[in-house]
């Protein structure tokens, strides 16, 4: 198989992470005899530093022919410290979503027993959870009309969707379930806003279609309280763009940690990876981001873009038997981990890698004797 694989590193940790998601592809395009290629792209606060545009043309045009995108995090502080700049980091990254039509997001929500101690959340109400979140990401508040009246002194920003926005998603995340414990949970605040009605009618229609899925429905404050406290009653979660932002963030502490999260967004051709964790231009440079998340976006790239769940399943393997080693980030150490285990975005990566290396060669042996 040959593939293009345009990284977007982008901003912050963005770039130390994706270094790390790349050395991964590298080694299963070695062992499973693929071909991919890679390109790289400005995005963020680098490409406006660089063009004035937070996603230039260049990178636009690169995206719209490649087989996959790898992206890192975009964001600075400058523009959290000054909200009167025009042109900022996220807009470039609302940009890609709406050009590339990448309007469903998934992010799973799994976690390993070996970091039961890494959430402020009891073990016992963690252990056992897996959570798949379905987020609207190319409509509502975050795509809607937007501005200032009153000389400023009036903010506005329009929240909306369309039907056909909540049904494409809605079918998505009902097949999936068909694959898993067969219940979507939709979360909206149906009491008081008339975008969720529409939402939560929609959803309701779709549901028909699948008659072996059960279907719940939470407003956004009760998911949230019961995501705390008790993450395992949820299977595929279906919410829109702002809702599943926070939820999804909130969604962290059951994994441990945001550097545990990986997720795609995705459309009806290509696909997109990433982190969930922004920036983080606090540790930028220190070498003590968490490269889990990113290569776990890669394992996601390799089943669902390319269709390769064997060399998922593979990374998959390695990051799990790299926890279970007792390897950890800082991020997602106790006062368990001893300080010779806890390593660097670097060495972390190259663990995820050598076990990698070991699962292949295992299983090669395994072939041969057979």
């Not at 926005?165 to 097949?175: C, D, S």
């Amino acid at each position: 198989m040959k593939r293009k694989i345009v990284l977007l590193p982008g901003d912050g940790i963005g770039k130390e992470v994706t270094t790390e998601g790349k050395k991964i592809l590298l080694a299963i395009a070695e062992h499973f005899n693929h071909e991919f290629v890679f390109e790289e792209a400005l995005i963020g606060h680098e490409a406006i530093a660089a063009t004035g545009n937070s996603l230039p043309d260049e990178t636009l045009s690169k995206l719209r022919v490649c087989d996959a995108i790898l992206f890192g995090a975009v964001g600075h502080p400058k523009y959290d410290n000054d909200p009167s700049l025009k042109v900022r980091p996220e807009q470039g990254l609302l940009k890609m979503r709406k050009e590339l039509g990448l309007y469903a997001n998934l992010r799973p929500i799994k976690l390993f027993d070996e970091l039961l101690g890494a959430s402020s959340i009891k073990p016992e109400i963690l252990k056992g959870s897996d959570i798949l979140f379905f987020r609207e990401l190319t409509g509502d508040v975050y795509f809607g009309e937007k501005g200032r009246k009153e000389n400023g002194a009036t903010a506005f920003d329009l929240m909306i969707y369309h039907r056909f926005e909540v049904e494409r998603i809605a079918h998505k995340a009902f097949k999936a379930a068909q694959t898993r414990k067969k219940k979507v949970t939709s979360v909206d605040k149906a009491n008081v806003l008339e975008s969720s009605r529409l939402w939560r009618e929609t959803v309701q229609q779709v549901g028909k279609h699948y008659p072996d899925v059960e279907l719940e429905h939470l407003f956004v404050d009760t998911a949230a309280m019961k995501l705390i406290h008790n993450p395992r009653s949820f299977d595929v979660v279906l919410t829109g763009n702002l809702f599943g932002d926070i939820l999804t963030d909130e969604a962290s502490q059951v994994a441990g940690s945001m550097g545990m999260l990986a997720s795609a967004s995705i459309g009806d051709t290509i696909g997109l990876y990433e982190p969930i964790h922004g920036s983080a231009h606090d540790i930028t440079g220190k070498g003590i981001a968490n490269p889990l998340a990113s290569i776990l976006s890669v394992a996601l790239m390799l089943d669902i873009s390319f269709g390769l769940k064997q060399e998922a399943e593979t990374v998959l393997h390695a990051v799990e038997q790299t926890l279970k080693n007792g390897f950890r980030t800082a991020d997602i150490a106790d006062s368990t981990i001893s300080k010779s285990k806890i390593l660097s975005t670097h060495q972390m990566g190259d663990q995820v890698l050598d076990q990698l290396n070991q699962i292949v060669i295992t299983q090669l042996i395994s072939n041969v004797n057979q």
